[in-house]
């Protein structure tokens, strides 16, 4: 058992090593990018910011058809308000959502 422990090495905090790396780095030509064209309408969607704005489309008629259906309501109970403050609330984090979106997209 003793002679175990003395084998055993007992790693410094700190310490050197060299490392040997051989990396290739020439120029190899693999053809056309077969998913060039989906990238460039990647971008393209991504540019035009779509998904944005039909949600917020979305949220616009959503918003519209719980107002007019509030209004229309006799004596409005206190779940039924709290539905349209929840929808009108939600409203401000998709404007958020949505100007905030863009921020992030110019600093390219």
Request: charged letters at 25%.
């Amino acid at each position: 058992m003793e002679d175990v422990k003395q084998d055993v090495k007992v790693a410094e905090p700190k310490q050197k090593i060299s490392v040997d790396l051989e990396v290739d780095t020439s120029i190899k030509d693999l053809g056309v990018n077969p998913y060039a064209k989906l990238i460039h309408l990647a971008r393209a969607v991504d540019s035009w910011r779509i998904f944005p704005r039909v949600f917020i489309s979305t949220y616009i008629f959503l918003l519209y058809k719980v107002v007019i259906w509030y209004m229309e309501l006799e004596g409005p109970t206190m779940e039924q308000s709290g539905l349209v403050s929840i929808v009108v609330g939600a409203g401000a984090a998709w404007f958020g959502l949505y100007t905030g979106s863009r921020a992030k997209s110019d600093k390219k």
